[in-house]
C-alpha cells in the first residue's frame, strides 16, 4: 500500500506545483524567516503611517491657528476701519473748530451785553457747542493741556515760558488744542511749558 500511496503523492504535488507556476517565490515559503521579515515590513509601515498621521495633525492645528490669527487680524482691520473712518474729516473740521474757537474769544464784552449783537454772540456760541457735542458723538475728544505736565505723546512743546509759579514741565500755555480720536491721537495741542527763571 506504501508503493500504491507514493504515485499519488507525486501526482499530487506534481498538480500543486503546476497551479503555483508564476507565484514569486517568497510566497511561496513558509519559514519563519518570511514571517519576521513580514512583521517587520508591517511595523515599519505601520510607524511610517503613525509619523505621517502625527505630522498631518500637527498641520492642521497649525492651519486652524493661522486661520484664527488671520480672522482675528481682520475683525480688528474692520473695528479700526469703522473706529477712524472719520479721522481725515475730523482733522478738516479741527480748522473750523479753531476759527469758531478764536471768533467766540475774541467778542468783547461790551458785544456780549449789547442787545443789538446777544443774538449774534449765543449764536457763535451755541454753534461752538453743537460742534463739541458731534465730535464728542463721533469719539473726538479735547486733550486737556492747561496746568498738566507735559506729555509727548499728547501735547506739542512751541516754547518755554520762565516762571517761578508752576513746576517746571507744567503746561502753562495753550496756543492750539489737541484733539484725540477714541485713543488715537487726531492732533497734539500745541502748548507752552514752564521752566525755571534765569
Known amino acids: 500500500m506504501i508503493d500504491n500511496d507514493k504515485p499519488q503523492d507525486d501526482a499530487a504535488n506534481e498538480d500543486v506545483k503546476a497551479e503555483l507556476k508564476g507565484?514569486?517565490?517568497e510566497f511561496l515559503t513558509d519559514s519563519d524567516e518570511t514571517d519576521e521579515a513580514c512583521a517587520d515590513d508591517a511595523n515599519e509601515?505601520?510607524?511610517?503611517?503613525?509619523r505621517d498621521l502625527d505630522e498631518a495633525k500637527q498641520e492642521v492645528l497649525y492651519a486652524k491657528a493661522d486661520t484664527q490669527n488671520v480672522r482675528r487680524r481682520a475683525e480688528k482691520d474692520i473695528q479700526d476701519a469703522r473706529n477712524y473712518a472719520a479721522t481725515g474729516f475730523a482733522?478738516?473740521?479741527?480748522?473750523?473748530?479753531d476759527n469758531l474757537s478764536r471768533a467766540v474769544d475774541a467778542i468783547p464784552e461790551s458785544l456780549r451785553?449789547?442787545?443789538k449783537m446777544k443774538g449774534l454772540v449765543v449764536g457763535i456760541e451755541a454753534t461752538q457747542r453743537e460742534l463739541e457735542k458731534v465730535f464728542k458723538q463721533n469719539g473726538i475728544e479735547r486733550i486737556a493741556a492747561m496746568d498738566m505736565p507735559l506729555?509727548?505723546?499728547q501735547h506739542q512743546a512751541m516754547m518755554e515760558v520762565p516762571t517761578d509759579e508752576k513746576e517746571p514741565?507744567?503746561?502753562v500755555q495753550e496756543m492750539q488744542s489737541g484733539?484725540?480720536?477714541k485713543n488715537r491721537?487726531?492732533?497734539p495741542a500745541m502748548v507752552g511749558v514752564a521752566k525755571k527763571p534765569d
Open 169 to 171: 514741565g507744567t503746561i
Open 179 to 181: 484733539w484725540m480720536i
Open 91 to 97: 482733522r478738516d473740521v479741527l480748522s473750523v473748530w
Open 23 to 25: 507565484v514569486p517565490e
Open 113 to 115: 451785553e449789547d442787545e
Open 45 to 50: 509601515a505601520l510607524e511610517s503611517l503613525r
Open 151 to 153: 506729555d509727548p505723546n
Open 185 to 187: 491721537l487726531l492732533r
